[in-house]
């Protein structure tokens, strides 16, 4: 909506709800706007001790085409006009009215100017709103996940695999489709046995171990491949196991947000081992989705691959949907959005990065003071509002310097920066390199990428 548009509306509106309460204040003739007695003007005049340009609002109480004494003059806002010192006293004297009722519908009058002075601001913000998706997606769009299903597991106890820690870039994730496992820590925390249904995610690429709790040593595995997946099989006898091993791939110049706010191991435990047992809701989607990929991964479909990898990227976003949900979600970017006081100010700061946002205005989306918020966000984060606002920065300019040709100027004014050298130095502490080496390292790293790629496929 313009300028113009916005000021004819609160003009038109003015003048029908001065015309409206002065008919029931004065008990006369409604007014309308003019210069002349028993009108309601606004013209612009200019005060003693301000430079702008002001709108006055100059009402008479009288009859059209005779002169009466203006009963107030004072600023457009009904903030000013109460805040002048004036007294009701003149406008009960000029109106003739002695009731609280015209003093009443005249204080109505002036909370009404006040509000459609915010019109414009109430306005942007709500165009701005209809543009805004919720935290999580635009996480995703920031920051892309690719999903691969490595290879399903069939292993009769005993056994036992180790995982090396994943190379940057890399989420391992393995998901229960039957049997029991004990999932060991190589950074020694304690062990957890997971059951069927269960799903457990390394968003920071953790070493780990994963083995059927018994002390013997693992009977000897083979790999089998098909079309679509590859098997990997032993000849144990004991308690078998059923496993689809996987991983997430993300970029290493946008995986700072996985590693500095999501867990460095995250379980989840599925209520059911069917979706159709499975009660409404996210635990029902994800025994769905879990159940495709078991179908996907038996049979040789026409597509298959495909659909595997489609259904593994998926997984990454249905996982953090549902460990937002749980009763005791982990730290981190999880529990801050499983409270729903903070999330308005979560999802502010994802849709309008560049913003200077402050404490009181994101405080105030969650109805909540100053301390109350910086205390929640806090306890909940483990990090600051500003923290997480710099890092979602960081990760907006990363990506534009590796896919445009923005200037580094430019780039610094999308993620939010007022000038070229405050973006500089704050990049250069958050990613210890400058705007224009991390540009020259990843295209680097994209062509290098792409020739080798090229390579494969002429052999």
């Known amino acids: 909506m313009s300028d113009w548009t916005l000021r004819l509306l609160r003009r038109a509106a003015l003048s029908s709800l001065l015309s409206i309460c002065c008919w029931v204040a004065c008990g006369r003739r409604p007014l309308a706007i003019g210069q002349d007695g028993g009108w309601a003007a606004a013209t612009p005049m200019k005060s003693a001790n301000e430079s702008e340009s002001r709108h006055v609002l100059m009402i008479h109480c009288g009859t059209p085409g005779k002169s009466d004494t203006p009963a107030l003059s004072a600023g457009v806002t009904g903030r000013e006009i109460r805040d002048t010192g004036h007294s009701f006293d003149p406008i009960r004297r000029a109106t003739a009215v002695g009731s609280l009722g015209a003093i009443y519908v005249l204080r109505m009058v002036f909370r009404m100017v006040d509000d459609l002075n915010n019109m414009r601001v109430r306005l942007m913000d709500e165009v701005k709103m209809e543009n805004a998706r919720d935290w999580l997606s635009r996480l995703l769009e920031m920051m892309p996940v690719r999903g691969a299903l490595d290879y399903r597991c069939f292993l009769g106890a005993p056994w036992r695999i180790d995982f090396a820690a994943s190379e940057l870039g890399e989420s391992p994730y393995h ?42 040593a693992p009977a000897p595995a083979r790999w089998r491949s098909t079309l679509n997946v590859v098997f990997y099989e032993n000849d144990g006898t004991g308690d078998r196991l059923d496993m689809l091993c996987g991983r997430f791939i993300i970029s290493v110049a946008q995986e700072r947000l996985i590693r500095a706010y999501l867990p460095r191991r995250l379980i989840l435990h599925a209520p059911e081992n069917s979706a159709a047992a499975a009660g409404p809701g996210t635990g029902a989607q994800v025994a769905g989705l879990v159940g495709l990929m078991r179908a996907e991964s038996a049979t040789e479909n026409l597509g298959g691959l495909a659909m595997l990898s489609a259904l593994s990227t998926a997984l990454f976003a249905i996982a953090l949907r549902l460990a937002s949900e749980v009763t005791e979600p982990p730290d981190g970017l999880l529990a801050l959005a499983a409270n729903p006081r903070l999330v308005p100010a979560l999802t502010a700061l994802f849709n309008e990065p560049a913003r200077t946002w402050t404490l009181p205005e994101l405080a105030q989306r969650c109805n909540m003071s100053r301390a109350t918020f910086i205390r929640h966000f806090q306890e909940r984060l483990g990090r600051s509002a500003s923290d997480l606002l710099t890092d979602i920065r960081m990760t907006v300019a990363a990506n534009a310097l590796k896919t445009s040709d923005m200037s580094t100027g430019a780039v610094g004014a999308l993620a939010g920066y007022q000038s070229e050298a405050a973006f500089q130095r704050a990049f250069k502490h958050q990613m210890g390199i400058t705007p224009a080496q991390w540009r020259r390292i990843h295209r680097r790293s994209a062509k290098l990428t792409l020739a080798t790629s090229h390579s494969v496929a002429d052999r």
């Open 175 to 216: 998901v229960i489709l039957g049997g029991r496992a004990v999932l060991e820590d190589a950074e020694g925390g304690p062990a957890r046995e997971l059951s069927a249904g269960d799903i457990v995610l390394f968003p920071h690429g953790s070493a780990h171990a994963l083995h059927d709790r018994s002390d013997a």
